[in-house]
């Protein structure tokens, strides 16, 4: 069975970094193209950031200089590096296996004015 398990999230000041990890258990992330996403009450998730097999990146217009997404393949993780953090960054942060039904429970990002 495939579980992803996001951590990381908090409360932070803007300007501010957090560091969010994706651990996988059940499949390599190194093979799937992965992504985060952000969700905030009332609206869709939108893509925040992926990274390809190939360890192509793409970012959101939003985060691109702030966030940086990368993959380790020896501990099966995927992390999203949150520098320069604002209020409009809050939300719930999921990992997410692209083009699959495979998502982590998420993990809230806080930050405040």
């Known amino acids: 069975q495939v579980r992803l398990v996001e951590s990381g999230g908090g409360l932070v000041q803007a300007g501010g970094s957090l560091r969010l990890s994706c651990a996988a258990s059940?499949?390599?992330?190194?093979?799937?193209?992965m992504g985060w996403y952000r969700q905030t009450p009332g609206a869709q998730r939108e893509l925040v950031a992926s990274?390809?097999?190939?360890?192509?990146?793409t970012h959101a217009d939003s985060v691109k200089g702030r966030f940086t997404i990368s993959r380790d393949n020896v501990k099966n993780t995927v992390s999203l590096q949150m520098n320069s953090l604002k209020p409009e960054d809050t939300g719930v942060y999921y990992c997410?296996?692209?083009?699959?039904?495979?998502w982590g429970q998420g993990t809230q990002v806080t930050v405040s004015s």
């Open positions: 990274i390809s097999s190939e360890r192509v990146t």
């Open positions: 997410n296996i692209r083009g699959t039904t495979t």
């Open positions: 059940g499949t390599a992330v190194s093979i799937w193209p």
